[in-house]
């Protein structure tokens, strides 16, 4: 048992989703359930929300709820995009590989261009040459936007010079700029830098910002930098069938997730247990930890034998998916020191184990 929650020990470290909600997140849509309210996000939660976001970002912000990332990322590149554009983003990006199509569905056929580049973060120079083929050419889908994540699939970061040199090019070219935030707030609190910083200071026009991974039960929210594409957004949120008719319980969510900095909290408990895990796994026999925890995802090569002796004991987690012995460990805002310490207890106890 967990001392600290009363819980069983967390033994999946799969992803982020399988945590649970922050009660503070549970309780306020117990609370906004009884009562009227205005329907279709015109609710006085929904205007709180846009308020609080405004004040987050340093300056007016339009802001569009919705119930997933997949929703948020598709209308915004979809805003943002002709059915004759090109979105580029990273060959790891969650647009390219985990929605379904969503992006090219959403703008009516754009088509997803990848550029590569270490660390599941596209390369600028690459970027720029890219966005400069063909432009003009009839025969030839037209660059009309970029999408970026922060932090990324494989819990890299972009520095905010990075950002900016991004922001650069898009500013150049006129493209739009996107960035997928399903982890917007580890991102964050990983850089100590302020929200404005990251976003629409270095050029991003268009923001999915992730709460369900960090403590919510299903929101995110569409923040739009850009007050041009708003009326289209909201047509196209409606059209796309998600502009809930009882907003207040995603309003609701988020306005909990920013109460009192519980998307700050939640962000750094995941953080730090991240951290935990990799600094108890360096220098174990039979474990290399492959890059630094900079958010809350962990990639290292174990041996055979740990990862079979690790399902065994009904721990979860994905392996040989990015490679032989590949194994991602992701922590969430629920993940305590008491969860990180009984999963490298483990590790040792097999390590031991097998050099008996
Ligand atoms: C989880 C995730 C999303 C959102 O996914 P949904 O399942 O649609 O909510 C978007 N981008 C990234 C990078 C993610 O990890």
């Keep these: 048992m967990n001392a600290q929650s009363n819980q069983p020990l967390a033994l999946s470290f799969a992803s982020d989703n399988i ?14 359930s009884t009562g009227q309210a205005s329907a279709y996000g015109t609710d006085e939660l929904s ?7 405004s004040e987050i970002f340093e300056r007016d912000v339009e802001v569009f709820l919705v119930p ?35 992006p090219e569905f959403f703008s009516n056929g ?35 936007c970029v999408s970026i994540t922060q932090a990324t699939e494989v819990g890299s970061l972009y520095s905010l010079d990075e950002i900016a040199a991004i922001g650069e090019v898009c500013k150049a070219s006129a493209l739009g700029f996107h960035m997928d935030g399903s982890r917007f707030a580890n991102a964050l609190v990983a850089l100590g830098c302020s929200p404005a910083q990251m976003t629409w200071k ?26 041009t594409l708003a009326t289209e957004m909201s ?11 009882k907003m207040r319980f995603i309003s609701a969510q988020i306005d909990a997730y920013l109460t009192d900095d519980l998307w700050l909290r939640n962000a750094r408990q995941a953080n730090t247990a991240a951290q935990r895990l ?10 290399e930890v ?37 194994v991602r460990f992701v922590t969430s805002f629920a993940t305590t020191a008491e969860d990180v310490d009984h999963l490298l207890s483990q590790v040792r106890q097999v390590i031991d184990t097998l050099s008996a």
């Design 19 to 32: 945590a649970g909600a922050s009660k503070e997140v549970a309780q306020a849509m117990i609370r906004h």
């Design 47 to 53: 205007l709180k929300v846009k308020l609080k976001l």
């Design 68 to 102: 997933t990332g997949t929703a948020a990322n598709s209308l915004c590149l979809s805003a943002m995009t002709p059915p004759w554009g090109n979105i580029y983003c990273h060959p790891a990006s969650h647009i390219n590989n985990d929605e379904c199509g969503a």
């Design 110 to 144: 754009a088509k997803l261009m990848t550029i590569d580049g270490p660390s599941a973060k596209l390369d600028v120079t690459r970027l720029r040459e890219r966005t400069g083929e063909k432009v003009g050419d009839v025969h030839t889908t037209q660059p009309a």
């Design 202 to 227: 270095a050029g991003v026009d268009a923001l999915s910002f992730g709460a369900t991974k960090n403590g919510a039960l299903a929101a995110e929210a569409i923040v739009l930098f850009n007050p």
């Design 235 to 245: 047509y196209r949120r409606k059209r796309s069938g998600h502009l809930l008719s």
């Design 278 to 287: 990799a600094r108890g796994l360096a220098g174990l026999r039979g474990v």
């Design 290 to 326: 492959m890059a630094g925890a900079e958010a809350n995802i962990l990639f290292c090569k174990l041996d055979s034998a740990i990862i079979e002796a690790l399902l065994k004991a009904g721990f979860g987690f994905y392996h040989d998916r990015w490679g032989p012995n590949i």
